[in-house]
């Protein structure tokens, strides 16, 4: 097995190259969910668990754009590897119709019921009316946000990733003084508390839009052949469909059970803390995530590219297993030395920062532990079904390897452990992260048989 990772040091300066952008990005956005968490929670724990469980529904949002953008860069890398610049403007343009169309739907949905949303989420109704004011501005952010990150992955995809992190640098940026000056009514302007975040997010949000806007028109790189932009015809729409509504499917589902893991949480008989510590460890445990979703973005457009410019079957599946099994050292390392920084930095420091005392404390502790040791298994399937089988043209089965676990493992364990059995936290939490174990043998499975593998570009009549 280990002999896969005998490649020569250009190759690692290659895979570093491409994936420390993302990591830093994927940083910087999952920073500022921290730093969006830590000013909240200034404001107090029911404050905390208000944003939460609006975010419940904010989430199905993001994971729908992540869908997208996941499904754009399928077909980009391959489309990179042949250097056909034509079917790129297709493929964002029909991307950019549909992500707008979804996000549109649902940001409205959002500002005309939000209480009656978030009253299915929760069982205290004064949280949902806290939360409103923040459930009715966030949703419109991403109406922006789908834009600018389809093409930031395309970007990515045609091994431009440092693109993304200057971007939602930027935006991070705007964010986390607007956060300040509206939250808490600085510099003159009013403390809108928890809608002061919605809004903030939503003018970063529209920075982020214009410089994507300004730097799409003036690209060398990728430059946007408007008339195939606009008019991408039905040829790429049926491409798309094929490759990436699978993919949107599994993020939406994957998303909507994710949002049900919360959903749980929130119906257990001290919510309030359960809500506000896994707000503060999910933040957390994202920070130290970064390394294995930069791993695994630089995967798909590593795998994708080899696919597109026509590499052997042979040569596509050792490159495979050496970015999966480097994949899961690094991760073992960093959720080794997670787990350590819990009782000497987390305990003592960050959590009461985050106004976590005694028992929301413990219940932080047990998420931390559990989400830690579970590193590997995570890091694994995020580059074997994001990385490899997606950018190999296998979304159906990724999506049956990313769903199944989840929803006939992970979900029914922590809603009987939380709702019927009344667990402690750390069985609670160990559940929530069930579906990673029973993953990787899946995965390591399909992965194993090579039938992933196939050329998206080229229609199966045409070979």
């Given at each position: 097995m280990f002999h896969h990772l005998k490649r020569g040091p250009e190759f690692y300066r290659y895979l570093w190259r491409l994936s420390l952008p993302m990591i830093l990005q994927n940083l910087i956005t999952f920073s500022l969910g921290l730093i969006d968490t830590f000013m909240v929670s200034q404001l107090g724990n029911q404050e905390m668990a208000a944003v939460t469980t609006a975010n419940v529904p904010v989430f199905l949002m993001l994971s729908i754009v992540f869908g997208i953008q996941s499904g754009l860069g399928i077909l980009i890398s391959q489309y990179w590897g042949k250097k056909d610049l034509k079917n790129i403007s297709r493929a964002i343009g029909v991307a950019a119709a549909i992500g707008t169309g979804l996000i549109t739907v649902l940001a409205v949905l959002f500002f005309l019921f939000p209480v009656q949303v978030m009253d299915l989420l929760s069982n205290k109704h004064e949280l949902s009316v806290l939360g409103a004011p923040y459930l009715r501005i966030i949703g419109f952010s991403y109406v922006f946000n789908v834009l600018s990150s389809l093409y930031v992955s395309a970007q990515r995809s045609v091994e431009n990733p440092n693109f993304g992190m200057k971007v939602f640098g930027t935006s991070t940026i705007v964010n986390t003084v607007l956060n300040y000056l509206l939250i808490y009514g600085k510099c003159g302007l009013p403390a809108l508390g928890i809608q002061g975040a919605a809004l903030a997010t939503l003018l970063a949000r529209v920075v982020e839009f214009t410089i994507c806007l300004v730097c799409a028109l003036r690209s060398k790189t990728i430059p946007l052949d408007l008339p195939c932009l606009l008019r991408p015809g039905m040829d790429m729409l049926r491409r798309f469909v094929r490759y990436a509504s699978p993919v949107i499917v599994n993020e939406i589902f994957w998303g909507a059970g994710n949002s049900l893991l919360t959903?749980?949480?929130?119906?257990?008989?001290?919510?309030?803390?359960?809500?506000a510590a896994n707000a503060v460890t999910g933040n957390l445990s994202r920070l130290f995530l970064v390394v294995c979703f930069g791993l695994g973005a630089a995967t798909a457009v590593i795998v994708g590219k080899a696919i597109g410019e026509g590499q052997s079957h042979a040569q596509v599946m050792s490159l495979t297993q050496c970015l999966l099994l480097f994949t899961v050292v690094v991760s073992a390392g960093i959720g080794a030395f997670a787990l350590v920084l819990i009782p000497t930095v987390f305990q003592p420091y960050i959590f009461p920062l985050f106004k976590l005392f005694d028992e929301s404390a413990r219940i932080a502790t047990a998420f931390g532990v559990a989400a830690f040791a579970c590193m590997p298994f995570h890091a694994y399937s995020i580059s074997a079904i994001t990385g490899a089988m997606r950018s190999g043209g296998d979304v159906t089965w990724a999506t049956v390897l990313d769903l199944i676990p989840q929803w006939l493992l992970g979900l029914p364990l922590t809603a009987l452990l939380a709702l019927v059995w009344g667990a402690g936290p750390f069985a609670i939490a160990f559940?929530?992260?069930?579906?990673?174990?029973?993953?990787?043998?899946?995965?390591?499975?399909?992965?194993?048989?090579?039938?992933?593998?196939?050329?998206?570009?080229?229609d199966k009549e045409d070979l």
């Open positions: 959903v749980i949480l929130g119906y257990t008989h001290n919510s309030v803390e359960m809500l559940a929530t992260h069930a579906e990673a174990a029973m993953k990787v043998p899946l995965c390591m499975w399909r992965i194993g048989t090579g039938k992933w593998i196939h050329d998206v570009t080229v």
